[in-house]
């Protein structure tokens, strides 16, 4: 299946990993260090959560061949194939930077795995066991339509967004956020994590 990609209308997921990824992260990288010159002596650098488990990815682009999702998480493959590509390049080119401006501390911080995990095993991180559903949504398999967002007449949030990892179709709670940037303050999920920046 050639799966459609939704940042760029008219390619291809497959495209835009082989060819828009890398000029992607040359720009990521040139806004860093353009901050750098600018006299930034610290710095996060996020990569990209899993693009395939992101409600509304799921919802645009279904696929009716099982392979195109990963058994373990119920994402599609080819979205979360390109968001870690992006994240290896982006990762390796953070390295490049810490290089280049030994002065300057910098932190790769990851969206990918803490979502990962959270889909994959919720409940170890106080998430309902369905997590690609979201909480203030209507209808369909991940309780999100596209005609019917959050905020709009007839759409309500669940009763309990902290057990929620997805607010909307495309955004993460208040507690999915607090999961994350604890993994990014204390580790594992970022190199080096944040609190040791500031020693």
Same mark, same amino acid.
């Given at each position: 299946?050639?799966?459609?990609?939704?940042?760029?209308?008219?390619k291809?997921v497959q495209?835009?990993?082989?060819? !828009?990824?890398?000029?992607?992260?040359?720009?990521?990288?040139?806004?860093?260090?353009?901050?750098?010159?600018?006299g930034a002596s610290?710095?996060?650098?996020?990569?990209?959560?899993?693009?395939?488990c992101?409600?509304?990815i799921l919802?645009?682009?279904?696929?009716?061949?099982?392979?195109d !999702?990963?058994?373990?998480?119920?994402?599609?493959?080819? !979205?979360?194939?390109?968001?870690?590509?992006?994240n290896?390049?982006l990762?390796?080119d953070?390295?490049?930077?810490?290089?280049?401006?030994?002065?300057?501390?910098?932190s790769?911080?990851?969206?990918?795995?803490?979502?990962?995990?959270?889909?994959?095993?919720p409940?170890l991180?106080?998430?309902i066991?369905?997590?690609?559903?979201?909480?203030?949504?209507?209808?369909?398999?991940?309780n999100?339509?596209?005609?019917e967002?959050?905020?709009?007449?007839g759409?309500s949030?669940?009763?309990?967004?902290?057990?929620?990892?997805?607010?909307?179709?495309?955004?993460?709670?208040?507690?999915?956020?607090?999961?994350?940037?604890?993994?990014?303050?204390?580790?594992?999920?970022a190199d080096p994590?944040?609190?040791?920046?500031h020693?």
């Open positions: 299946m050639t799966t459609p990609c939704c940042c760029l209308p008219g291809s495209e835009v990993t082989n060819s !828009y990824a890398p000029q992607v992260v040359k720009l990521i990288s040139a806004a860093v260090e353009k901050v750098i010159n600018d610290i710095l996060a650098v996020a990569g990209q959560p899993p693009a395939g992101v409600p509304v919802t645009l682009y279904p696929s009716s061949n099982k392979e !999702y990963e058994p373990d998480t119920g994402c599609l493959k080819e !979205y979360n194939r390109l968001a870690m590509y992006h290896s390049l990762h390796q953070v390295i490049r930077l810490r290089e280049k401006y030994q002065q300057v501390k910098i790769y911080t990851d969206y990918y795995n803490p979502i990962i995990n959270a889909v994959k095993s409940s991180y106080g998430f066991n369905t997590p690609l559903q979201v909480c203030c949504g209507k209808d369909g398999p991940y999100f339509n596209i005609s967002n959050c905020g709009m007449p759409v949030a669940c009763p309990k967004p902290s057990a929620y990892l997805h607010w909307d179709g495309a955004h993460l709670t208040e507690a999915a956020n607090r999961y994350i940037s604890s993994t990014w303050l204390d580790g594992p999920y994590p944040l609190k040791t920046l020693n």
